[in-house]
């Protein structure tokens, strides 16, 4: 069974560009998660969807980012315009409700 | 925002030996997990424990919980090389849904 899969897995963009990070989740799973992780630190959330629904996106800076679910399955995430302090590995997770699936993540270098 | 502290920051040790770290959080849970996460890659989840639960194993792993201090270690006994990586708590809180938080993690040496 495929694990979550991310694309692309690094992305070298420069700043004011936009950026769209894709996520397939594992199949059946109804929670799906998007981190943000600094280089040394733990992963930071960003927004976590129950099916279609955006049911925590408090973290989510809304000015420049933005999520989606369609049809409750895979998910995008933009920044528009990206900044050099978005540079970051992005991560997303699924789960049926305990444990957390995590994908490899997308790194993300802002020049 | 993030509940998890952990302790130590970095840890080395030599093969063999016993590896101990630890996690303290701030409002009541509902679970506690750890996950490891080798160089360049995702997390892997290790082992959960629930709030009613005070300890439990999974081969090399064994996790404590204290609810009365709010805290949670993860010893990993006779280490190898291959458990070269760093280590998160996370937690789920009753006041706040599902979601899942980490803590900053603990990067862990074994040298061979």
């Known amino acids: 069974e495929a694990g979550v899969v991310q694309s692309p897995r690094y992305k070298i963009i420069e700043k004011k560009q936009p950026v769209a990070f894709w996520c397939n989740p594992i199949s059946g799973h109804n929670t799906l998660y998007w981190y943000r992780q600094n280089l040394g630190q733990g992963p930071e959330l960003l927004i976590r969807y129950e099916n279609e629904e955006a049911v925590d996106d408090s973290q989510l800076p809304k000015d420049r980012f933005s999520a989606e679910r369609l049809k409750g399955v895979d998910s995008t995430l933009k920044i528009q315009p990206a900044e050099l302090g978005d540079s970051a590995v992005y991560l997303c997770?699924?789960?049926?409700?305990?444990?957390?699936?995590f994908g490899q993540g997308t790194r993300l270098t802002v020049v | 925002s993030q509940q998890g502290e952990e302790d130590p920051q970095a840890l080395s040790i030599q093969e063999g030996e016993n590896a101990t770290m630890n996690c303290s959080y701030k409002t009541s849970i509902n679970n506690l997990q750890w996950y490891r996460q080798n160089s360049g890659r995702g997390l892997v989840h290790l082992i959960l424990i629930r709030s009613n639960e005070r300890e439990k194993h999974s081969g090399r792993l064994r996790v404590t919980l204290d609810t009365s201090k709010k805290s949670s270690s993860l010893l990993i006994t006779a280490s190898r090389a291959a458990d070269t990586a760093s280590y998160f708590c996370a937690t789920v809180h009753y006041n706040q849904g599902g979601k899942l938080i980490f803590g900053q993690g603990t990067e862990l040496s074994v040298k061979p």
């Open positions: 997770a699924s789960s049926l409700g305990t444990e957390a699936f």
